[in-house]
């Protein structure tokens, strides 16, 4: 099934990031200082270099916040269990936190209702980074993502998502593409498309967004779908929005950062961009350039009351996204 049906809708998201200022010219014109090429090695070890930041810092959420529903170990679980399919060393301990993610979610509290159902979002990217086989654990947190669907097919966001520092609808609409993309790759839930119908014609309607994330997810859905018109024009789109630098900012046009460039490199790779590109290589340069002496990546709040400082959770998220990123990019780069 196609989640983006009509070319008219990638002509007004091209049109809109234009619009927006998305594409600097003057900036991209200025010619870079030359700089030694960028080896796989180098893009390995920053990763590597993530990854006791990424565990030391999910484990104390775990441990002191005891909090599945905040929106915080679906990626740490995703970034973790990625570097460990693709060689890196992580703890051993990796299967014990997987358990609890997964878990945990389908506790349900004195009322009846599942924890899970309080953060769909990190549900569905549980069940994205995990991408196991057929698991009755797997299908019943699937079974959580139908819940609460709207009659315009969207989901409300979850937590503390709606006080994110971009408009309230585009939060609903990443929520819901976040769900559809879970939904999409689960093979297992038969009443699910009647729901992923629904909320592909929310999807569609919607207007453009002005977060790297919304187009992100456009990419994703396209490429998971086999709609290759709307991939390579939401590709294009999210080409233009690439900085100077070689980065993206969480929000577009924004100062970049790890969480908008993570997020940014992951899906032009999903959706076919050669690791070999220079979009690729210029934002692995970024990542790599960026990081800090403990393995982390400093990130503004995304929430509109913490934006102009830098936030532990963003900067988790934005870590755990740079690793995710970068992973992806080493697939098929040879040095």
Not at 117 to 142: F, P
Not at 165 to 187: I, Q
Not at 289 to 299: E, I
Request: charged share 20%.
């Amino acid at each position: 099934m196609n989640i983006v049906t009509h070319g008219v809708a990638i002509k007004r998201a091209v049109a809109e990031a234009l619009t927006l200022g998305i594409v600097i010219l003057a900036a991209r014109s200025v010619a870079a200082s030359p700089q030694s090429e960028l080896t796989t090695e180098q893009v390995r070890q920053s990763v590597q270099s993530s990854i006791p930041f990424i565990q030391e810092r999910g484990v104390w959420w775990i441990d002191e916040k005891k909090c599945v529903s905040c929106h915080r170990i679906s990626t740490m679980v995703w970034s973790l269990n990625t570097a460990r399919r693709n060689g890196f060393e992580v703890s051993d301990r990796l299967d014990e936190w997987i358990n609890w993610a997964t878990e945990s979610p389908l506790k349900k509290d004195a009322d009846g209702k599942a924890a899970g159902l309080l953060n769909k979002e990190g549900v569905a990217q549980l069940l994205i980074g995990l991408n196991r086989d057929a698991n009755t654990v797997d299908s019943e947190l699937a079974d959580l993502l139908l819940d609460g669907q709207q009659p315009d097919g969207s989901w409300k966001p979850c937590g503390q998502l709606p006080g994110q520092k971009r408009p309230l609808s585009e939060t609903a609409g990443v929520s819901t593409m976040w769900l559809t993309l879970a939904l999409v790759n689960d093979g297992r839930t038969e009443q699910a498309s009647p729901a992923v119908k629904l909320a592909t014609c929310f999807i569609t309607e919607s207007p453009a967004g002005k977060s790297t994330e919304w187009y992100a997810l456009q990419v994703l859905l396209a490429a998971q779908t086999g709609d290759s018109a709307s991939r390579d024009g939401y590709v294009d789109a999210l080409r233009a929005q690439q900085q100077a630098d070689g980065g993206w900012g969480w929000l577009v046009g924004e100062e970049s950062d790890a969480l908008g460039t993570g997020m940014a490199l992951y899906a032009l790779i999903r959706a076919g961009v050669n690791s070999e590109d220079p979009a690729i290589e210029r934002a692995q340069r970024f990542l790599v350039s960026t990081q800090h002496d403990d393995g982390s990546w400093a990130v503004r709040g995304t929430k509109a009351g913490k934006k102009e400082h830098v936030e532990e959770t963003a900067s988790y998220w934005g870590t755990t996204w740079a690793a995710l990123g970068l992973m992806a990019s080493l697939s098929g780069k040879q040095d």
